[in-house]
């Protein structure tokens, strides 16, 4: 299964050049990573445990630009799943043409956060990232 969601782009995402910036992708890249979360577990449950997510790897292949006005759909899945860290990965596309702009992974752990070590990806969470995991199908078309 693939979560889906829609940002489109506002003047303040761009750049001098008219274009979305690489440091501002990596902040849509973000945001489409915690609407997948938010859809899929309760994450103010997570206060009460002191529990929550640390990214400890991202790699981005940028590969057209974005402009104003754009509608831009974020795509995010499980590609790796292991004790304690997975990897989701991303791919945005212009909504309009499907022309792919965008592609990601993102590496990360669960972490504790009174005490910054890594806990096990189990229960609810794990749960989640199982029905997320997918083969690479979107990515047919990797240059």
């Known amino acids: 299964m693939i979560f889906t969601t829609e940002i489109k782009i506002r003047g303040y995402h761009l750049d001098v ?3 979305v910036n690489n440091a501002r992708w990596v902040e849509l890249l973000d945001e489409a990573r915690w609407r997948w979360l938010d859809d899929n577990l309760d994450l103010a449950a997570w ?3 002191d529990q ?7 790699s981005v292949n940028y590969r057209m630009p974005a402009h104003m ?6 795509r995010c899945w499980t590609g ?3 004790g304690r860290s997975a990897v989701c990965r991303q791919e945005v ?6 022309e792919r702009l965008i592609d ?3 590496t990360f752990l669960l972490i504790d956060r009174k005490t910054g070590r890594p806990r096990p990806l189990a229960g609810e969470v794990r ?10 199908a979107p990515r047919k078309d990797r240059i």
């Open 17 to 19: 050049y008219g274009h």
């Open 47 to 49: 206060d009460a445990i």
């Open 93 to 98: 596309r212009r909504a309009a043409t499907g």
């Open 69 to 74: 006005h754009d509608r831009l759909e974020f």
């Open 104 to 106: 990601a992974d993102v």
């Open 80 to 82: 790796k799943l292991g």
């Open 127 to 136: 749960e989640m990232l199982v029905r997320y995991l997918a083969d690479d």
């Open 52 to 58: 929550g997510i640390a990214v400890v790897s991202l």
